[in-house]
């Protein structure tokens, strides 16, 4: 029997309340195969599962699903119980699935969530093109530049349910749900950084163009295949995706001497011209194609890789990637950032005298947090892992500020 790996990551609210001994308990159909306790950042050691082989990932086949599914049911003191329904779990894949647990409601014994099948797997809705879901005609707004979003705002329907959710998410943990909502963990990685970044020029298009803001609608792009790209709220999502997102989130492909991003559409299969076939993707990344190689296969020749900036709130400005016996004002800078971050993940050691020395004790810190959040061990801090510490350092500080203001 194949073994694919489970880590599960609970939170009280917001990832700045990582949730310690919390009791996370993995169903199958059979009943309790497998028990873990969270850890003071909120983590549960890797579960090992049995799970289909990998060889049902790797070609297009409709008789045998490619990943096995479990049911978590997550516990913790004064937190609702909550059960997440249909993770996926790979062959040789560690898959990532975050919890957000909620105050008890008295009307509430349990929530319950579902995890909707891969879009490779599952029925879903063909996309509607751009002509036909312009009905009203309007021209979108045009932004003056590409920029990365700290969040944006999913809607979970067609545009028009207006009774629907809408989801405020960060903008990189966005492009993991979806990549990991639409194709699989075990193709090529060439293959996934090409299908990655269609996914991220097709988000960063909606965003330039104001596309549903420019017809009066309050959010940035839908879940709905019909419309968009496919998101799954709290949806499983696999590391070599997460790692792939974590180095290119600020990459996107455009045409030639267009400005925009380009609305990079794709299908599981198609000979359609203008549109990415991801089956066809993984068949070339299978013959050694480089991602810009398959991007161009499908999207023309003049397509380019380009690079956006951020407009996440940093506590101070990336540079360059801090490594150990750096000795500058942005290593003091990123020692204070990571101790102030420990009030909430007391697993992070303390660097104890911050002086602007990269030492040991910096980067024991830097491994635990990258650690924590998933990101590559390096004990290096890359733009990656620094704008990872951003965002956590704002959640942290927004958390902080709410509870004493």
């Known amino acids: 029997m194949a073994k694919g790996y489970l880590e599960v990551n609970v939170y009280s609210g917001t990832i700045a309340n990582p949730v310690k001994g919390a009791t996370v308990t993995v169903l199958s159909g059979e009943g309790e195969v497998a028990r873990e306790i969270t850890d003071e950042n909120g983590k549960t050691a890797l579960i090992t599962l049995d799970t289909v082989d990998k060889s049902y990932s790797e070609k297009q086949q409709n008789e045998v699903r490619p990943y096995t599914t479990y049911d978590i049911v997550v516990e913790s003191l004064g937190l609702t119980p909550t059960k997440i329904e249909g993770v996926q779990i790979f062959d040789g894949v560690t898959s990532i699935q975050n919890v957000h647990l909620t105050s008890i409601d008295e009307n509430s014994n349990e929530d319950v969530e579902e995890i909707s099948p891969n879009t490779l797997w599952g029925?879903?809705?063909?996309?509607?093109?751009?002509?036909?879901?312009?009905?009203?005609?309007?021209?979108?707004?045009?932004?003056?530049?590409?920029?990365?979003?700290?969040?944006?705002?999913?809607?979970?329907?067609?545009?028009?349910?207006?009774?629907?959710?809408?989801?405020?998410?960060?903008?990189?943990?966005?492009?993991?749900?979806?990549?990991?909502?639409?194709?699989?963990?075990?193709?090529?990685?060439e293959t996934i950084k090409a299908n990655v970044l269609a996914i991220i020029s097709f988000t960063l298009n909606r965003i330039y163009t104001e596309w549903y803001r420019s017809k009066g609608y309050n959010f940035t792009i839908t879940s709905t295949t019909s419309y968009d790209q496919k998101y799954t709220k709290n949806g499983t999502i696999f590391k070599p995706i997460s790692d792939i997102v974590?180095?290119?989130?600020?990459?996107?492909?455009?045409?030639?001497?267009?400005?925009?991003?380009?609305?990079?559409?794709?299908?599981?299969?198609?000979?359609?011209?203008?549109?990415?076939?991801?089956?066809?993707?993984?068949?070339?990344?299978?013959?050694?194609y480089k991602a810009l190689e398959i991007l161009r296969t499908y999207y023309g020749n003049s397509i380019n890789i380009y690079e956006a900036e951020t407009t996440q709130k940093e506590p101070y400005s990336f540079t360059t990637t801090l490594k150990k016996g750096d000795c500058n004002n942005d290593v003091y800078v990123l020692q204070n950032t990571l101790n102030y971050i420990r009030g909430s993940y007391p697993g992070i050691p303390v660097i104890e005298n911050p002086s602007g020395l990269f030492d040991d004790d910096t980067f024991n810190a830097v491994r635990k947090f990258q650690q924590v959040f998933s990101l590559a061990q390096t004990g290096e801090v890359n733009y990656q892992t620094w704008y990872r510490i951003s965002y956590i350092f704002a959640a942290v500080y927004d958390m902080t500020n709410s509870i004493y203001t």
């Open 246 to 288: 974590d180095e290119i989130f600020t990459n996107y492909i455009r045409s030639g001497f267009r400005v925009e991003p380009l609305l990079a559409h794709y299908k599981s299969e198609t000979s359609e011209p203008g549109y990415l076939s991801q089956w066809g993707s993984k068949e070339l990344g299978d013959r050694g």
């Open 123 to 189: 029925e879903y809705p063909p996309y509607i093109s751009q002509d036909e879901n312009n009905e009203e005609g309007i021209e979108p707004y045009v932004l003056s530049q590409v920029l990365i979003p700290a969040n944006i705002v999913v809607h979970d329907g067609v545009p028009s349910n207006l009774i629907a959710a809408n989801y405020t998410v960060p903008f990189v943990d966005y492009i993991k749900n979806v990549a990991s909502s639409e194709i699989y963990s075990t193709w090529p990685v």
